[in-house]
């Protein structure tokens, strides 16, 4: 994920009312590699503790920059599972139809604790062959938690991003739906569908329907062109974050070969309370797991977790507050060969 500047600081630990719930990060959909020396800021009671999940960020972490898992990865994770009971997580910006294909490539034999829409939304998923002859797998889902966007703010975003000819994108279970006004908005879908391999619904009432019968998202997201991005921040951070108690959090991204966008959330959603809450759910000590990441949306997750760590290609401002920085990217299987490291230093909570 990259950084691509804003009018106010990424949020870190204890300073998210000062910048009215406003981060700035990269899309979930890119990774930049930065080329600087690993850091592990470890401390000796850090060096003592042992762990029993891993908890993953995708793009720019467990997935490749081409936005596909390795298979030695998930045969590492699968392993890791099945040989020692370390459990996998996944938390994610991404929304939750374009995780599955990935919980399934790891092909566990119990369900995955997921963290999506950057903490709004948080179910544990498997998949179960059906015995027939055609390999289809059944999808198994069960919500531990869903924090919607508030409908004050929903229909602000509606009518604002209408106003300024903007496209919205509503995430509302497992599907996308979107207004396109003209048909370089329907462009742009189409560059998100391809890279997350979802299909977006288009919607003719600018989701009155949908509102109406109480389906409020777990995130929008606002796109427009290059040069609407400063009168977009703008905006959306006058109506959502002028005051002391923000309406919601906005994040800045980009999606590759696209455009720009906002993404609207509700205000006590990040994905370090997301992985507290499933946590909980598990009754797993926060102290017991191990995250990583590479963007600035997971600072919080990484701050969260027992012992944080960044990737090499990550966002210098999740390195300044990760408790270690891996030497390896993404493309490099950072992701395993740092779960290694820790096996071999006996520092996982093997069950097995």
Not at 33 to 57: G, P, Y
Not at 133 to 153: A, C, G, K, M, S
Not at 253 to 278: C, Q, S, Y
């Amino acid at each position: 994920m990259n950084d691509h500047g804003s009018a106010l600081n990424p949020t870190i630990p204890g300073q998210q009312a000062a910048v009215a719930a406003v981060k700035t990060i990269g899309s979930n959909l890119e990774v930049e590699t930065v080329q600087d020396e690993s850091v592990d800021k470890t401390t000796n009671s850090n060096n003592n503790k042992k762990f029993s999940m891993i908890a993953l960020d995708l793009d720019g972490t467990l997935l490749q920059s081409n936005h596909r898992m390795a298979d030695v990865q998930a045969e590492y994770l699968r392993r890791l599972y099945l040989e020692d009971g370390i459990r996998i997580c996944i938390a994610t910006g991404r929304a939750p139809h374009s995780v599955y294909e990935h919980v399934q490539q790891l092909a566990l034999p119990d369900p995955v604790p997921v963290v999506c829409s950057n903490g709004a939304r948080g179910f544990l998923l498997s998949f179960h062959y059906d015995g027939n002859d055609n390999n289809n797998n059944l999808q198994r889902l069960q919500e531990i938690f869903y924090t919607p966007v508030d409908r004050h703010v929903v229909e602000t975003t509606i009518q604002l991003a209408k106003k300024m000819g903007y496209c919205v994108q509503y995430y509302l279970e497992d599907v996308v739906y979107a207004n396109p006004i003209d048909d370089e908005h329907r462009q742009l879908l189409k560059v998100y569908e391809s890279i997350t391999d979802c299909q977006i619904q288009e919607v003719k009432d600018d989701f009155a329907s949908l509102i109406a019968s109480g389906g409020l998202p777990s995130k929008m997201l606002v796109r427009f062109r290059d040069n609407g991005l400063q009168e977009a921040f703008r905006a959306f951070s006058d109506a959502f974050c002028s005051t002391e108690t923000p309406l919601a959090t906005i994040i800045q991204g980009f999606i590759p070969r696209a455009d720009w966008f906002l993404e609207i959330l509700h205000p006590g959603v990040n994905k370090g309370n997301g992985l507290r809450t499933m946590c909980e759910e598990l009754t797993i000590s926060l102290d017991e797991v191990v995250a990583m990441g590479d963007g600035t949306n997971d600072i919080e997750f990484l701050s969260m977790a027992g012992w944080g760590v960044a990737m090499k290609n990550a966002q210098p401002s999740l390195k300044k507050v990760a408790d270690a920085t891996m030497e390896w990217t993404n493309d490099e299987h950072g992701v395993i060969k740092t779960i290694e490291k820790l096996r071999k230093e006996g520092r996982l909570l093997v069950s097995k």
